[in-house]
């Protein structure tokens, strides 16, 4: 039961480098999203996806870049990484009432 | 928007209920729910309710819900050290999207 997989678990950015951070889903769910997790605080939103070829961004966007070619696959591209970008990344996917998260991705732009 | 509040830590006894509140503000919400993270983890649903139920009751589990008020809470009965994690509220927007709209957690510690 592979479920949402985040790749990769760990990385350690310089200001200015850019990266991808992937995921991918083998339950055939047509929503996916892409949070952002700060200390002491709520997970973010930064964009969500309906279905393939349809991405739409929520309430933290700005830094960041999406696409949805297939159904399984939500990667989320950092172009130009800045200290504010430093965080825990969570994937999810959800069919309906209920997401279903990856283990994160733990940032950090040095 | 939606916003999600809960407070930060909760200490109990291993063996005492825990309580943990939540108050949202958009009461068109048509799902509210409760999560797990453990440390180093991602997020594990524990339970939902939908917004025209009060109660909601699964094993150790309880969720009432005060739809006048807006505030949610997650029972815990029998609270073990395995318990110790942190607990977020979401409310799900009803637009069709699914969003999940989330507290900032309450970090739940249990004593032995």
């Known amino acids: 039961n592979a479920g949402v997989t985040q790749t990769p678990k760990f990385r350690i950015l310089k200001i200015g480098q850019s990266m991808t951070l992937q995921c991918t889903q083998d339950?055939?769910?047509?929503?996916m999203y892409w949070y952002r997790q700060d200390p002491g605080m709520g997970l973010k939103l930064i964009y969500y996806?309906?279905?393939?070829?349809?991405?739409d961004k929520g309430e933290v966007p700005n830094g960041y870049n999406v696409s949805r070619s297939t159904t399984e696959d939500f990667p989320l591209r950092l172009e130009l990484a800045a200290p504010s970008q430093t965080s825990v990344y969570f994937c999810?996917?959800?069919?309906?009432?209920?997401?279903?998260f990856g283990q994160g991705t733990r940032l950090t732009v040095v | 928007g939606e916003d999600v509040e809960q407070s930060l830590f909760l200490s109990v006894r291993e063996g005492d209920s825990s309580v943990i509140n939540c108050t949202y503000t958009?009461?068109?919400?048509?799902?509210l729910y409760w999560y797990k993270q453990e440390p180093g983890a991602g997020l594990q649903l524990l339970t939902y309710i939908f917004s025209n139920m009060d109660m909601k009751q699964d094993q150790r589990l309880t969720v009432l819900l005060n739809k006048k008020d807006k505030h949610l809470s997650l029972r815990i009965a029998d609270t073990q050290t395995g318990d110790s994690a942190i607990y977020f509220c979401?409310?799900?927007?009803?637009?069709?999207?699914?969003?999940?709209?989330f507290g900032t957690g309450t970090r739940l510690k249990v004593l032995a």
């Open positions: 958009d009461s068109s919400s048509t799902y």
């Open positions: 979401a409310a799900g927007e009803a637009s069709g999207t699914y969003k999940y709209i």
């Open positions: 996806s309906v279905g393939a070829g349809i991405t």
């Open positions: 339950m055939n769910h047509n929503y």
């Open positions: 999810a996917s959800s069919i309906n009432t209920e997401a279903f």
